[in-house]
């Protein structure tokens, strides 16, 4: 199982990562920088019935310095690039499959389209731009997963494959190669590492 471990998050605060690749454990060669940010909101006052209102929010971020190998430098990248594809991809393809459904639907019990189907099908268009892509990037990972080890060896197929499918993986926005980022609040932050002994270096590092 993957380590999960926590630690306080405040404005500008420093993790040290061993130095040597959080993926495979062989010699640094670059690093790759990962902004985070937290945040915390409580209501003061107004609202009705617990919504609405006048929230304060406090937030702290820093810059997380990654190590990796030159190999798995490149290979994080790519990773990343391919799963933020496959994100920014199902935006506009949600969006018009939740927006052509419903018309086609009406199509096939009509066999005609009336003016206010158009307004009518805006809404599945909305949703479908909002659900579709996670569910992209969860399916290209999951064939990806089949044919790159990078890509199968994260957090969350080891998670599968012990049977606890609780945790998740790494990317797109909320980690990299081996290792995955959960940004709790402004003052939590939690990472998870695919390599049992880089979590144990980074637990003693910070
Ligand atoms: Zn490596």
Not at 33 to 58: D, F, L, N
Not at 103 to 113: E, F, P, T, Y
Not at 132 to 141: K, S, T
């Amino acid at each position: 199982m993957s380590q999960k471990i926590s630690r306080r998050l405040s404005q500008g605060a420093r993790f040290h990562f061993p130095d040597k690749c959080i993926y495979c454990e062989q010699a640094k060669g670059n690093t790759i920088s990962y902004p985070v940010r937290g945040t915390t909101s409580q209501r003061i006052g107004g609202g009705i019935a617990g919504v609405g209102g006048v929230y304060r929010v406090w937030s702290a971020s820093t810059t997380l310095q990654v190590p990796y190998c030159e190999k798995h430098h490149r290979e994080a990248i790519r990773v990343r690039a391919i799963l933020r594809a496959a994100v920014v991809a199902g935006v506009p393809l949600g969006a018009a499959l939740g927006y052509a459904l419903p018309l086609i639907l009406w199509l096939l019990r009509r066999g005609a389209i009336e003016s206010d189907c158009f307004g009518c099908a805006l809404v599945p268009a909305v949703l479908g731009a909002v659900l579709l892509p996670g569910v992209l990037e969860w399916l290209v990972r999951m064939i990806l997963c089949r044919y790159s080890e990078p890509f199968a060896n994260t957090p969350r197929s080891r998670a599968y494959a012990s049977g606890s499918p609780g945790s998740l993986v790494p990317y797109p926005f909320s980690g990299l190669l081996g290792m995955r980022v959960d940004v709790k609040s402004s003052s939590e932050i939690e990472l998870e590492f695919a390599n049992d002994e880089i979590a144990q270096e980074f637990d003693g590092l910070n």
